[in-house]
Structure formats: C-alpha cells, structure tokens
C-alpha cells in the first residue's frame, strides 16, 4: 500500500480556465480553477479574496441611481458624483471631506436628466485640473473646481456622449443626431468649436463608440472598425484605418491597464498592443481561458450597463454591472514563464451603476455608485458594505495518474 502513496504539490496560479476539458487541466495547469468567484491573484502569489468595499461617500443627494463617478486629483477633495435631481437642475456633486457631505455644484444651463442613463466624467488639464461631462442629452460641460460650463458653441455637438482631451483639444462624439462625426475644438479652448479658431470635425464612415488615446494617436472605435487620429492640430490631423472587420460593443470596456488599451470586442477582450514594427498594432484575444464566460456577457448583458475600473497597484481590470446578482469579470496580470499573462475570476455580489479610479496624493480610490444612490469605496474591509463576501475556488480534477481509479487522499495541506 506504501508503495501506492503520492506526493504533490499545487502553486495556486493561472487563474480562472474554462476552455479546456477537465482532465488535461487538472494534469497541464493544477493552480488554476475551473470556478473563481470573488479571488483575485495576490501580489504575494497564489490567490486571496477580495477586499470589500464600504459606502465611504454615503448617500447622493436626488432621486434613482448613481449616474457617475469621478477621481479628480486637485479639484475640490477630489471625490465627484452625479445623480438626477429631485427639484431643479444641479445634478453634479462633489463631496465634502471635512463636513462628510455632498454639496451640490450650481449646473448652468438648465441641463435635464430626462433620458440620461450614465453621466462621463473625464478629468483633464490644459492649464489647470478640470473635469469634462458627458451625458449623450444635454450639451458637454466641464468643470474647473469653482464654476460648471456648458459647452454651447454653435459648431459643437449638441448631447454628445463620450469625449477625451488629446494634443490640447477637447475631442467630442456621440451625439444620435452625428454618430459619424469627431468634433475638436480649438487648441486649449474647450469652449471654442469655430475652424477660424482650429476647430473642426471629421466624419470617420462608421458610428462612433468610443475615443481613447493610446501613447501619441487617438483610437476611434466603432461596432465593427477601429480607426486612429495622428497629429497635434487641424494643419496636421490625419486618420488611419486600423482594422474594418474589428470594433467595440461597449464604450466604457475601454481601458487602459498596465501601458495596453484594453476593450471588449465582439469576440472577446482584446488589447491595442503596439508591436516591433513601427505603426503597427496587436490585436489578438485575450480572453481565450473564459472565451465562454465573456461570449456569455456579450449575448445576454446590456454593454451600456456595463463598467470598468482599474486598479493600478494591482495592475488589475473590473468589469462590473448594475446588478449584484450578474457576474462581472476581474483581471489581474501575473508573471509567468512566458511573460506577463492575465488570470481572470468571477466577480458577484457588486451592484455598480459606474465606477471610477485614480489617485488623490499618493492614496488610490477605486469608487463606484450604485442604484439606490450610494457612493461606495473599493479596497476597504472585508465585506460589501456589511454583508458577507461569497468566495468560490474550485480545483480542476486532480487524477493522480489513473482517472478510472478512485483515490483516497490521506492529507491535504493549503497555504
């Protein structure tokens, strides 16, 4: 019987792996699971649970749910959020560190909530920290720390939706009435859309998703092409296809992590990688190991309602949704023998309406909102505000050689 007794040891890594049958899995890859709920890769190696999160920012004042969140280093205390009024028009809030209140920032312009689902914030800097809004219905606005401007310029897009500050000019898409257009302003005047100024628009050939800079171009995404701007003024702005049989199905699963621009295309989750060879781009999958999980997310969930944040130490991707009971994905980088590779899990148990992240000082705040209207900070505690973290690793099946003989483990040590 001694004769029979095997010995081995397991290093958790690997990650979350459904795309491959049980048994090679158990005996190529034994560290990773075939079920990961609410673990993340440790820096320390192997896997731990996620840390909670605690309502920190309390309750926003209005009525329905959080409709956006934004880290703004040096404005304010730094910490902003929207919600649709119950009275009047001043949606747009910051929070109070000293009084622990949200105070409410004079919106001018009369901006409606009627129709809006998410509010963008974008933090920026031309000459001072501001934040630009985005709510696809009323005019883009930005805010400087003391006074909300709307962006009324009779050659700027009416409600557009997404937008990005690039080469000192405020970029701005998204409008329904222009889905083809890329308005920019003129350079470091966000409120001025005149060409006698610089300003101008190009229309692209395709509905326009999202707008991302990556290193010195501007990516432009649609459903089904990608495209990018080069250049730093309207004498030298030029636009390459970067692929027409590729886009992007969710304009807030873009994201950069760790120097690579990350989004969620109709085949799975795909970075912008630049290559050896200068101007080229990589664009392979990598969500091979939860290609089931992530095709699952784009047949059945609303993108609109989607999030994502980043959590920078960590070198760590969310995806979120606006219901705790929809399984959203984390990612997280780890060193393998080959290189840096992803490891994913399951995130459940997290009702975020949007999210944000970004440094205050030298501190880094992953915050998100949610639907009854709480501003909630990530990384703190061991709960969800309270209520207990659910926590799920399951092993691949472990055959000790034999899979038709059935084995008798007589100890089993975890660290």
């Not at 730094?78 to 000293?98: D, E, L, Q």
């Not at 998703?209 to 004498?235: C, D, H, M, W």
Request: aromatic letters at 10%.
């Amino acid at each position: 019987m001694a004769d029979d007794l095997q010995v081995q040891t397991i290093s958790c890594a690997g990650g979350l792996d459904t795309s491959r049958d049980v048994l090679s899995q158990g005996q190529q890859q034994p560290g990773s699971a075939v079920r990961l709920i609410n673990y993340e890769p440790s820096l320390n190696g192997g896997y731990r649970r996620i840390s909670g999160f605690t309502n920190s920012y309390g309750t926003v004042t209005g009525t329905g749910k959080v409709l956006g969140v934004c880290v703004a280093n040096g404005i304010n205390d730094g910490i902003f959020a929207c919600r649709a009024p119950t009275s009047g028009s001043n949606y747009f809030h910051k929070w109070n560190a000293t009084t622990e209140t949200w105070d409410a920032i004079t919106t001018s312009g009369s901006p409606t909530m009627s129709g809006v689902s998410k509010v963008r914030m974008l933090p920026y800097n031309f000459s001072e920290d501001r934040i630009l809004l985005l709510d696809g219905v009323n005019p883009a606005s930005f805010y400087d720390g003391t006074t909300y401007t709307q962006i009324t310029s009779s050659t700027a897009p009416s409600a557009p939706s997404i937008g990005v500050a690039f080469k000192n000019h405020i970029f701005l898409s998204g409008d329904t009435s222009d889905p083809y257009s890329l308005h920019f302003s003129a350079p470091f005047d966000e409120t001025d859309f005149t060409p006698a100024s610089g300003a101008g628009a190009i229309n692209v050939g395709f509905e326009i998703v999202q707008v991302k800079p990556f290193r010195n171009e501007l990516y432009i995404f649609g459903t089904n092409q990608i495209k990018k701007l080069a250049g730093t003024s309207i004498a030298d702005f030029t636009v390459d296809t970067v692929t027409s049989d590729l886009g992007c199905i969710a304009a807030d699963s873009v994201m950069e992590i760790a120097g690579d621009l990350l989004f969620l295309g109709p085949d799975g989750l795909r970075p912008v990688s630049g290559t050896a060879k200068i101007g080229d781009v990589n664009l392979e999958t990598v969500s091979i190991p939860i290609q089931a999980i992530i095709s699952d997310i784009i047949e059945n969930q609303d993108p609109d309602k989607l999030s994502s944040v980043v959590v920078r130490q960590k070198s760590q991707f969310r995806i979120l949704f606006e219901t705790a009971e929809t399984l959203g994905v984390i990612g997280g980088l780890r060193q393998s023998p080959n290189g840096l590779a992803f490891e994913y899990g399951q995130l459940l148990g997290i009702d975020a309406t949007c999210a944000a992240g970004g440094y205050i000082g030298k501190t880094e705040h992953i915050i998100h909102g949610d639907s009854s209207g709480k501003v909630h900070r990530q990384e703190l505690g061991t709960s969800f505000d309270g209520t207990e973290i659910f926590s799920l690793f399951q092993t691949p099946f472990y055959h000790f050689g034999d899979p038709e003989l059935r084995k008798l483990f007589y100890k089993v040590s975890t660290f």
